[in-house]
């Protein structure tokens, strides 16, 4: 971890949720979602491979190394399985950290992204008290922008990015 970066938990709960920091054999669970067209439609515009979606994980990983935070594998407490990805997330293009989600399809309309989202809100105020993370969301892609909106997000600015339309949701400070 660089001397700047920040520290969070490695892991979190939720009611139905272990939240916790992503492992180098998570990228077969994750694949799900990275080899999904529909799942990867606003993000990579297209499936990955298997050799891709190893290589995202181990982007994963370093982003935790290198920031001292990241986005958390979200397993179901009631049968381990991973549903999904959500968290704090900062490459090097992005305007600024944000918090992302990735749900599973096969887990979609659960709940599960707001419920991690909010857990990852919860922890901020005490962790990263002067962070105010944007989620950056394809303009076409309405489910992700209404859940920016329930979590209290508001549009901040549209942009072009990654040659597409896209919307910048601030997500408000919460009180500690």
Known sequence: MNAGAASIPDELQSQRLRLSRPREEDWEALHAY???????????SIPLPELETRRVTGALLKHWLRHGYGPYVLRDKASALVV???GLWFPKEWPETEIKWA???????????????????????S???QMQPISLIHAENER???????????????????????HMYRHRKHDT
């Open 84 to 86: 999904g990805m959500v």
């Open 144 to 166: 992700s922008i209404a859940l920016a909106l329930a979590l209290g997000a508001t549009l901040e600015k549209q942009l072009e990015f990654r040659n597409a339309p896209f």
């Open 103 to 125: 749900i599973l399809r096969n887990h979609w309309g659960k709940g599960y992204a707001s419920e991690a989202a909010r857990a990852v809100q919860a922890m901020l105020p």
């Open 127 to 129: 962790r990263l008290p």
């Open 34 to 44: 990275y080899s999904d067209a529909e799942c990867a439609r606003y993000t990579f």
